[in-house]
């Protein structure tokens, strides 16, 4: 299903939080994407988004808190296909993304705030589906983000396209 952002907030005012903008460029091969909340909270360790990613993920996806580190890439094109394969909707980075050529070419929406070479390390650190804030808006688990190129938009409830 595509989303336009822009619409979901003229129909629902009410409903909606929006990201304050750094999280527009999108690296994945889906233009639009949207469903419910996964939350991962981790400082430059991808362990937790590897094991999520090799998880049953349709109608999901998944919100990293990596504390906007630049430093580490928390998805690269292996974990990213890993993604795919199991039906995520999309990834979510506040943090940075590797392997962006790979990742472009794939059916997934992904979202982050840069590239980086650098893997991470893995060192199985972090939390999974806790509550994360960050662009001015909190996420929570079972909630639902919804994001295109215009930006972010987290609502309590699951919306439709007007």
């Not at 091969?29 to 991962?40: A, K, L, M, P, Y």
């Amino acid at each position: 299903m595509e989303y336009i952002t822009p619409d979901l907030c003229d129909e629902y005012p009410e409903l909606v939080r929006v990201v304050t903008p750094t999280l527009t460029k999108n690296f994945g091969g889906r233009s639009s994407f949207g469903g419910e909340i996964v939350t991962i909270k981790c400082h430059e360790d991808n362990s937790l988004v590897k094991e999520q990613a090799g998880c049953d993920g349709r109608g999901k996806v998944m919100v990293v808190d990596g504390g906007g580190s630049l430093r580490k890439a928390l998805l690269g094109d292996m974990i990213a296909e890993k993604a795919v394969a199991n039906g995520w909707e999309g990834i979510i980075i506040y943090g940075c993304i590797r392997d962006a050529a790979a990742i472009a070419e794939l059916n997934l929406g992904v979202q982050a705030l840069s590239t980086i070479p650098l893997k991470t390390e893995k060192r199985g650190i972090g939390d999974l589906n806790i509550p994360v804030v960050f662009g001015g808006v909190e996420f929570k688990p079972g909630e639902y983000v919804y994001a295109d190129c215009n930006g972010v938009l987290v609502s309590a409830e699951a919306l439709t396209m007007p």
